[in-house]
């Protein structure tokens, strides 16, 4: 069973950067797809980003797009997501998701196809 687990969120300034963390445990990490999603209070749960088995492919939500970058160190059993450029609008709790696909090229932003998730990690972006 594939555990994950979050870390690097909090407060910071607009403008400001942020690391998360997806640290992976359970099973080897080489054959899932990881998602990076959010939900904001009042919202509903969107995809930001998201990595290939292979790693070599990506995608991200239009809203994040050249802000930020997502990362996979299957070595470690780690994916992150350097998130530059904050904005107020990207509060949120953030969750790491995992999935596995056939195909090792394949990324999604549709959260009902990922099947073991993260409790997620507060970002508050505030001045």
């Known amino acids: 069973q594939l555990q994950l687990v979050e870390s690097g969120g909090g407060l910071v300034q607009p403008g400001g950067s942020l690391r998360l963390s997806c640290a992976t445990s359970?099973?080897?990490?080489?054959?899932?797809?990881i998602g990076w999603f959010r939900q904001a209070p009042g919202k509903e749960r969107e995809g930001v980003s998201c990595i290939s088995s292979n790693g070599g492919s990506t995608t991200y939500a239009d809203s994040v797009k050249g802000r930020f970058t997502i990362s996979r160190d299957d070595a470690k059993n780690t994916v992150y997501l350097q998130m530059n450029s904050l904005k107020p609008e990207d509060t949120a709790v953030y969750y790491c998701?995992?999935?596995?696909?056939?195909?090792?090229?394949?990324?999604?932003?549709?959260?009902?196809?990922?099947?073991?998730w993260g409790k997620g990690t507060q970002i508050t972006v505030s001045s």
């Open positions: 359970g099973t080897t990490l080489d054959y899932y797809t």
């Open positions: 998701a995992a999935t596995f696909f056939y195909s090792s090229d394949y990324v999604t932003l549709n959260y009902p196809a990922f099947d073991y």
